[in-house]
T-cell receptor, first 110, second 116 residues
Framework: LAKTTQPISMDSYEGQEVNITCSHN???????ITWYQQFPSQGPRFIIQ???TKVTNEVASLFIPADRKSSTLSLPRVSLSDTAVYYC???????????FGTGTRLQVFP | EPEVTQTPSHQVTQMGQEVILRCVPI?????FYWYRQILGQKVEFLVS????????KSEIFDDQFSVERPDGSNFTLKIRSTKLEDSAMYFC??????????????FGPGTRLLVL
């Protein structure tokens, strides 16, 4: 299976923009890239999804380069409540199985 | 807002015992999934289920695991003979369509399984 890797952790302050990148070098051709947020002892919660270029919704933006081997979740003006673990989810190009990224623990400080 | 529910929230069992984890997906969803998350680790895909059969499964999903949709609302994960390493949080998810066609998966709150 291809590796889907993310930075282990990131720190930020309230009001700053945070960018979290996921590397997925063997993503399935037709698969979308989905990002989830997870709080302790809760299920992952959908944030945003895209196929290529840029997608924006009310909480985040997602940037996907042309080769789709990575994606970047952008959280504008984070708040303390954004402290969580963030995962990308993609389909593996060889097996079509769904693979979560390794997760990035974001800590937001006041 | 409709949500995925799971029962029980916590389950403690002895090694070798059978456990059944239950999920009620969102009512108009057609695709169902089970994931596992060992404490402190990432979420891992176990199995996807569509049209009353398994559509994909991971190498974790061996013969000890089975899934079933016994009626129109429940979706269950059975572990036949639990091992210590089965201790984890188990998440159920559902989506209206297949994830690859841009369908969002909605996750339940999870069942924390502890095997002693």
């Amino acid at each position: 299976l291809a590796k889907t890797t993310q930075p282990i952790s990131m720190d930020s302050y309230e009001g700053q923009e945070v960018n979290i990148t996921c590397s997925h070098n063997n993503i399935a051709t037709n698969d979308y890239i989905t990002w989830y947020q997870q709080f302790p002892s809760q299920g992952p919660r959908f944030i945003i999804q895209g196929y290529k270029t840029k997608v924006t919704n009310e909480v985040a933006s997602l940037f996907i380069p042309a080769d789709r081997k990575s994606s970047t979740l952008s959280l504008p003006r984070v708040s303390l409540s954004d402290t969580a673990v963030y995962y990308c989810l993609v389909g593996d190009g060889n097996t079509d199985k769904l693979i979560f990224g390794t997760g990035t623990r974001l800590q937001v400080f006041p | 807002e409709p949500e995925v529910t799971q029962t029980p929230s916590h389950q403690v069992t002895q090694m070798g015992q059978e456990v059944i984890l239950r999920c009620v997906p969102i009512s108009n969803h057609l695709y169902f999934y089970w994931y596992r998350q060992i404490l402190g680790q990432k979420v891992e895909f176990l199995v996807s289920f569509y049209n009353n059969e398994i559509s994909e499964k991971s190498e974790i999903f061996d013969d000890q695991f089975s899934v079933e949709r016994p009626d129109g609302s429940n979706f269950t994960l059975k572990i036949r003979s639990t091992k210590l390493e089965d201790s984890a949080m188990y998440f159920c998810a559902s989506s209206q369509g297949a994830v690859i066609i841009q369908e969002t998966q909605y996750f339940g709150p999870g069942t924390r399984l502890l095997v002693l």
